[in-house]
């Protein structure tokens, strides 16, 4: 059956419109805001205008955990989507080694994905022991902070140039009357966690910090460095306010749009607020790659969609056409126009670009400054353990950095 | 429109009226009791609405003003548009309908839940009460024990289950599940109540020759009225609000509108529009509340007082 | 309670009509936790396996200051809002029963928490407790400067915010059955009472409410339920932080479960959850059939 159904799938690219049997797909994903509705739109669009007479059937679920969860208890049903939307990491592995997976190496062979997906981050998120499981559509780093021009203009400071500074700058934001640093701790600390992943990729750079993740170093993770990580953090709490608590991300961008806080630590989906209340980084906000303009490194956090086996060669055929489909030049403009994130190829103009993501897409082309998302490395269990570890340090004043360097060492060991 | 926009007035409508209450059990001694009656009465009344408050205010702001966050401010420039992007407009995924594609679907799958899963769940209290059998009360004691469990721990056994008799993701697949979840409180519910329930009625009817089915029909079901609309007030309620079972177990095409309410209400990396949040949160609560002030005429005295001399 | 009925033959029409509860008891709750406990002896990840590792999942289960933190929690919040609940539906229920006026108007005012998604008005009281938006600021623009309320910002008061949220969402509950439990008692009784002369609250508390005890355990049972289950309200206002500090039980299984893909441990902790309550259903199982050797007439 399988050899039948990429039979037909072959003829159905070799020979365009002749039809083989047009079919509904359903894809799961959790694009439900208003600017990532518009970038869905531009997939369903693609398929429903194939020439095939397929269907985008649309199954948004808000909260990643959530669709995730609802993809797992699909499958597990017997009932699973034909395509769903995940974040590159470990999660699918189970679902790969089960063999739920559709294999795509006929098509990425074909498209030669290998060779205009970039950076290769990207590709080893879906190539397995030498098989394409899913399809990367799209980059988004972690790896920026936001600060309000006119906040720093008021305490009479320059803008900010590196993470290190600005701790040194702070207590003049202070005085000026503003919050220094905006966070927020809601979802289990998560906007935490990814401070303090940015953090430790500028302290250790990119190379020390791999070596950490990948060798599960516990020397490296109870170093010096990281000692000096922590107490970095427990310096920038104190220039936070005590409403932190359980503030989502977008109420502390919010912080800073109002020019009532300094500096947030967040990725690139932050530009959408700013850009909601009518900024435009011009002489309102500003953008710090890196976390350091001297040592600008993005990460390659993305989305990608996977393809579940499904009984029928016309459903078959019909995912296939629409993995094309997602990676097609055409597409990948489209939808990352309308998304704000960069597209996987290296080989597409994206005209408009503004400043920031200027910044960006020149990072993205060297090998050298791209930071693999932290949970390519590890488990989500370890990667939960760190989260706690982070959340609980930035919490309670009373832990030293001494013992979260300790702990966090102990975890790096341990971790599976 | 909703019930609570027509009750947050009544709570300070009824201040004044406070000395004009006739009938109290206490008529001699009206000042000071009453009066403290009715402070207590308005006094939890302002605490369960501030929230309230802080929502209807938001709804009608538009999104540069909720920026500002002054949170008890009536709105500067009040807009009625969230609701309608709530109702028919806001994303919630690639189309953009509002909450509307879901609202058949939730009642295509509330009103049958709530009706066999209190039917279920009186039959067992009746019988638990009136007609134990042997190991009818260890049944009774797994499901109390069952209540207890996060939903979450079960729901794989239950897929395999649901799966294998092959009514995993349809409708009568979803209306089962509420119906198990349903039984352990409502059990609880009936139970309890016919416990409470004079025991010579029953004797009445058995001496009259009358079995099973007719005493629970001819007897027991009309002094239920009471306690069965609380029943309706928890099954509605729960189920009209679920997400967690209906997002898996209906199905794709029985999707129930709490799953665009999730949608409208919860993103990951996208931007909130409180407004539009606050506004389906409203309205997706409407229906129960509607319930809960309909209610109220069941709500009287002297059914079961009536039944027992009849 | 049970010692009303006379047992005799098996009643084959009262199992016939009970057969949807033999199906749930047995086939979901039996089977669904028995395999819950069975997973917890398994290193299962993201779905079910069965290779089984022994006690392990419970040693690591008690090893994580996470679990250890929760099962503190839960005493605190479930006491708290379980007491709290109980007497503020009670007396709301008394109040509620006064033949006041606009009545159907104040039950929707205490039954609307319960209507409305969590997601929501979780971010709603979030708003409203924080320091730098909320009830707090407002007070001191009045001008009582130095007025605090913001439980939610400290790991130590944190958890009196989630009770007070809590009891807004609860009690109207709890009110409702109650309220349905004194409209059952007979009217004649209060008049009895009247004519004897006895103190209203005496005949409240003395006479109605030991009639009302199905209601009361009706209210008590469903409020544990709520207790031991709490997780959307956790998620909603405080996603179990500042740090870890609010984190619950059922938060702590249900997210092993889904997010954290470590199913055995989940079910680990699920079992550990289930094991208090088991007891308790068993002390009340002897007691009830104590009880009913003495032979308590109704």
Redesign the interface.
């Known amino acids: 059956m399988k050899m039948r159904s990429m039979l037909l799938a072959a003829t159905a690219m070799i020979m365009g419109s002749v039809a083989a049997q047009a079919a509904e797909l359903?894809v799961i994903?959790?694009?439900?805001?208003?600017?990532?509705?518009a970038a869905?739109?531009e997939f369903?669009k693609a398929l429903d205008n194939d020439g095939q007479g397929d269907k985008?059937?649309?199954?948004?679920?808000?909260?990643?955990?959530?669709a995730r969860?609802?993809v797992?208890?699909?499958v597990?049903?017997?009932?699973p989507p034909a395509a769903a939307q995940f974040n590159p990491g470990r999660?699918y592995e189970?679902?790969i080694k089960?063999g739920k997976l559709l294999d795509l190496t006929d098509l990425a062979t074909e498209g030669k994905w290998a060779d205009v997906i970039r950076p290769k981050a990207m590709q080893t998120a879906c190539l397995v022991d030498g098989h394409w499981w899913c399809v990367p559509v799209n980059i988004?780093s972690n790896y920026w902070a936001w600060y309000s021009k006119p906040a720093f203009e008021k305490a009479g400071l320059p803008e900010p140039r590196n993470l290190a500074d600005f701790v040194k700058d702070a207590p003049k934001l202070k005085e000026a009357g503003i919050i220094p640093f905006a966070i927020g701790?809601?979802?289990?600390?998560w906007q935490i966690q990814l401070l303090f992943q940015d953090m430790v990729t500028e302290a250790l750079g990119v190379a020390k910090r791999d070596e950490m993740y990948t060798k599960k170093s516990a020397e490296i993770a109870g170093g010096p460095e990281m000692k000096s990580v922590f107490e970095q953090l427990r310096a920038l709490k104190q220039y936070t306010?005590?409403?932190y608590?359980?503030?989502?991300?977008?109420d502390t961008t919010?912080l800073v749009?109002?020019n009532k806080a300094g500096l947030q630590v967040m990725?690139d989906?932050a530009r959408?607020?700013f850009a909601?209340?009518g900024m435009t980084g011009v002489k309102d906000f500003g953008c710090m790659i890196g976390l350091n303009e001297d040592k600008p490194v993005v990460s390659t956090d993305g989305d990608i969609i996977l393809f579940f086996k499904q009984d029928n060669p016309d459903v078959e055929a019909a995912q296939k056409r629409l993995a094309n489909l997602l990676i097609s030049p055409a597409v990948q403009v489209a939808f990352n126009n309308a998304k704000g994130s960069m597209p996987v190829r290296g080989d597409v103009d994206l005209g408009t670009a503004d400043p920031c993501m200027q910044k960006a897409l020149k990072a993205v082309e060297d090998p050298a400054k791209i930071v693999t998302a932290t949970n390519r490395f590890i488990?989500?269990?370890t990667n939960?353990q760190i989260n706690?570890l982070v959340?609980?340090?930035?919490?309670?004043d009373s832990v030293t950095s001494e013992d979260a360097t300790a702990k966090f060492a102990d975890i790096i060991g341990n971790s599976d | 429109m909703s019930a609570a926009d027509v009750a947050a007035p009544g709570a300070t409508a009824a201040g004044p009226d406070v000395l004009a209450e006739p009938r109290g059990p206490k008529p001699r001694r009206i000042s000071v009791g009453r009066i403290g009656l009715y402070a207590f009465l308005v006094m939890s009344a302002i605490f369960f609405l501030v929230p309230l408050y802080i929502m209807i205010v938001t709804s009608l702001k538009g999104m540069p003003e909720i920026r500002l966050g002054h949170l008890f401010n009536l709105p500067a420039e009040p807009t009625l548009q969230p609701w309608v992007d709530a109702a028919f407009r806001a994303c919630t995924g690639r189309d953009c309908f509002g909450l509307s594609p879901g609202f058949i679907n939730s009642v295509k799958i509330t009103v049958p839940s709530v009706i066999i899963s209190i039917v279920c769940a009186s039959l067992n209290g009746y019988a638990l009460t009136f007609w134990p059998y042997k190991g009818a009360s260890f049944l009774f004691g797994v499901l109390v024990f069952g209540a207890f469990v996060p939903y979450q721990v079960v729901i794989y056994p239950l897929i395999i289950g649901l799966s294998t008799v092959g009514l995993f993701a349809t409708l009568p697949g979803i209306i089962i599940v509420h119906t198990i979840f349903g039984m352990p409180i409502l059990t609880l519910l009936f139970r309890n109540f016919y416990a409470s329930l004079p025991v010579e009625l029953f004797k009445a009817g058995r001496i009259d020759g009358a079995g099973f089915w007719r005493i629970f029909f001819h007897i027991m079901l009309p002094m239920s009225v009471p306690i069965t609309v609380v029943a309706v007030i928890l099954q509605v309620t729960g189920i009209w609000n679920d997400f967690l079972f209906g997002i898996v177990f209906a199905g794709r095409n029985n999707w129930p509108m709490t799953v665009q309410l999730n949608n409208i209400v919860n993103t990951t990396t996208g931007v909130r529009e409180y407004n539009v949040n606050m506004a389906a949160t409203i309205l997706t609560a409407a229906v129960p509340l509607i319930v809960y002030f309909v209610s109220g005429r069941w709500f009287v005295r002297g059914i079961a007082a009536g039944a027992v001399k009849g | 309670m049970m010692a009303h009925a006379t047992r005799r033959r098996l009643p084959i029409q009262a199992v016939a009509g009970t057969v949807p509860m033999i199906l749930v008891s047995v086939g979901v709750f039996i089977i669904g936790i028995g395999a819950s406990v069975l997973w917890s002896f398994t290193s299962s990840k993201l779905f079910p396996a069965y290779d089984f590792v022994g006690l392990q999942q419970y040693r690591r289960l008690w090893a994580d200051a996470r679990w250890l933190i929760s099962v503190n929690n839960i005493w605190i919040f479930g006491l708290l809002s379980i007491a709290c609940n109980m007497v503020f539906g009670y007396l709301l229920a008394v109040f509620m029963d006064q033949r006041i006026r606009q009545e159907d108007t104040f039950r929707s005012i205490f039954l609307y928490p319960f209507a409305m998604s969590l997601i929501v008005t979780g971010l709603v009281w979030q708003w409203a407790l924080d320091p730098n938006l909320g009830l707090q600021q407002t007070v001191r623009n009045w001008g009582w400067t130095d007025f605090s309320f913001a439980p939610l910002v400290d790991a130590k008061t944190a958890i009196y915010g989630l009770v007070v949220a809590g009891i807004w969402q609860g009690s109207g509950v709890t009110m409702a059955i109650l309220l349905a439990g004194l409209r059952g008692v007979d009217a004649e009784i209060w008049k009895a009472a009247r004519v004897d002369g006895i103190p209203t609250w005496r005949t409240h508390l003395f006479i109605v409410a030991p009639m009302m005890r199905g209601a009361f355990a009706t209210a008590f049972v469903l409020q544990c339920v709520a207790v031991v289950r709490v997780y959307d309200l956790v998620i909603a206002m405080t996603g179990g932080g500042p740090g870890i500090a609010t984190t619950m039980p059922a938060v702590y299984v249900i997210q092993m479960i889904t997010v954290r893909q470590n199913v055995g441990q989940g079910m680990a902790g699920a079992t550990m959850m289930l094991l208090p309550i088991l007891l308790v259903l068993a002390l009340g199982g002897i007691l009830a059939w104590r009880r009913k050797r003495k032979g308590v007439a109704a």
């Open positions: 359903e994903h959790w694009w439900t805001s208003k600017g990532e509705s869905v739109a369903a985008w059937k649309d199954s948004a679920i808000a909260l990643g955990e959530t969860a609802t797992m208890q699909r597990l049903g017997g009932d999660q189970e679902l089960g988004h701790g809601d979802g289990n600390g306010d005590d409403g608590a359980n503030r989502n991300w977008n919010n749009i109002t990725g989906w959408g607020e909601a209340a488990t989500e269990n939960q706690e959340a609980q340090f930035f919490a309670d």
